[in-house]
Nanobody
Framework: AQFVESGGGSVQPGDSLKLSCLASGFLLKRYAISWHRQAPGKGREWVAGIASNGESPVYADSVKGRFLISRDNDKNTAYLQMNNLRSEDTGLYFC???????WGQGTQGTVSS
């Protein structure tokens, strides 16, 4: 059981990216989901979380008002819409199912002018 993240890329400040997180080998609807990121040379940082039924999204202060976490349990997929991106948002983005500690390999997002 793991996640397969996609949707990363290289963009300019102010642009948007939408990341996807496909659950492989398990039913996403049974799990709350978190997104994390790791900037070059830094530790992993929690970014956002959402309950198994799609309710109660929560965000780190650094992304509040710019990022939106969502999920489509029918597609076994979670999403992270990232708007008004900044250079400090650069990093490898991972999704996690905290209950059983499932992770993916991550998708890289780079914000640079």
């Amino acid at each position: 059981a793991q996640f397969v993240e996609s949707g990363g890329g290289s963009v300019q400040p102010g642009d948007s990216l939408k990341l996807s997180c496909l659950a492989s080998g398990f039913l996403l609807k049974r799990y709350a989901i978190s997104w994390h990121r790791q900037a070059p040379g830094k530790g992993r940082e929690w970014v956002a979380g959402i309950a198994s039924n799609g309710e109660s999204p929560v965000y780190a202060d650094s992304v509040k008002g710019r990022f939106l976490i969502s999920r489509d349990n029918d597609k076994n997929t979670a999403y992270l819409q990232m708007n008004n991106l900044r250079s400090e948002d650069t990093g490898l983005y991972f999704c996690q199912a905290p209950r059983d500690n499932y992770w993916g390999q991550g998708t890289q997002g780079t914000v640079s002018s």
